[in-house]
């Protein structure tokens, strides 16, 4: 009988120890595993964070191109009065006096004096001459069409400055 | 549980929490250069729309007396664009171009630069020639 029970405590001896082997184990693995996450979902975080700061850094890039655009193709504009009381559909019919057709391509699609010409090409998408309207600066809208090398295309709306036939600043 | 129980657990749980601790460096470290690289980023924002302000206030204060050169008045506005105070680690870049145009770059270190082009005559401040 004694050696029965004797028998019985053994057992129940070694169940314990190997639960306590289980346990120890699984604890070990659940806490490991959570260290993994903790630091996998910092790295998502970081990871998340480049990429905004590149979208950002993109978008940033092509607000500068633009805007440099739009005093590039002022100036330009600049030099051919003519063009500025004119809508960008009668340009063509502008006295060669005032712009000869080449300049006329050259004004209307081109890319910055960029050495690599890495930023890519820009288009007048659309200019409609300052109206006429009393007690208010008068304004030309300018539209720009931005076609980068990669990426998809952008445009913009810049009121150009009027007075008396001059260009007097760009507002975006 | 035994000695190799221990063993097996505790090799377990130290490789977890030293990968989990190398990721974690690693994202923290980035984390500290996205933070310089995002204020030099804005620092050189700041320097361009600095720029740009100087451009409309010369156009302002100059009135209805144009230059006749443009060349000269580009020459002017990279003279004035060069006495802009820059934050500290960026560096700054001036090039005369044509078309009467003033490159202004703004470079921070292993950034790619941002840069505007600015034009006097687009604010009136001259008359090109046609």
């Known amino acids: 009988m004694e050696r029965v029970w004797q028998r019985r405590i ?17 604890m070990a693995l659940i806490g490991g595993l959570m260290l993994l996450l903790s630091g996998l979902s910092l790295q998502t975080l970081a990871l998340q964070s480049r990429a905004s700061e590149q979208q950002l850094a993109q978008r940033r890039r092509q ?20 063009l500025i009381e004119l809508p960008q559909q009668n340009w063509n019919q502008a006295p060669s006096t005032c712009i000869t057709p080449a300049q006329l391509e050259q004004l209307s699609s081109g890319r910055l004096p960029e050495p690599d010409h890495q930023a890519g090409r820009y288009a007048i998408s659309g200019y409609t001459p300052p109206q006429p309207q009393a007690n208010q600066p008068q304004g ?7 076609q980068p090398q990669r990426g998809p295309e952008r445009r913009q709306r810049f009121r150009l400055l009027v007075a008396e036939g001059s260009l007097q600043g760009i507002r975006p | 549980m035994n000695l190799a129980d221990v063993v097996v657990s505790a090799l377990v749980f130290s490789a977890a929490s030293s990968a989990s601790l190398q990721i974690a460096a690693g994202s923290l470290q ?9 204020t030099h980023q804005d620092a050189a924002g700041l ?8 451009l409309e206030r010369r156009a302002a204060a100059a009135g209805s007396a144009p230059l006749p ?3 000269q008045a580009a020459a002017e506005l990279a003279g004035a664009l060069e006495e802009l105070p820059l934050a500290a680690g960026l560096e700054r870049q001036l090039q005369l171009q044509q078309d009467g ?3 202004l770059s703004i470079r921070a270190a292993d950034q790619p630069p941002r840069q505007r082009w600015f034009s006097p005559a687009a604010y009136g401040l001259c008359r090109p020639d046609p």
């Open chain 2, 101 to 103: 145009l003033v490159r």
């Open chain 2, 47 to 54: 320097s361009l729309a600095a720029g740009q302000l100087l």
């Open chain 1, 140 to 146: 030309a809208q300018l539209d720009l069409l931005w």
């Open chain 1, 10 to 26: 053994l057992q129940r001896r070694r169940l314990e120890r190997s639960d306590a082997a289980g346990f120890l184990l699984l």
């Open chain 2, 69 to 71: 050169d443009c060349d």
């Open chain 1, 63 to 82: 607000q500068d191109w633009l805007a440099s655009v739009a005093q590039l193709v002022a100036a330009r504009l600049q030099q051919h009065p003519c």
């Open chain 2, 30 to 38: 980035w984390a500290g250069t996205h933070q310089q690289r995002q």
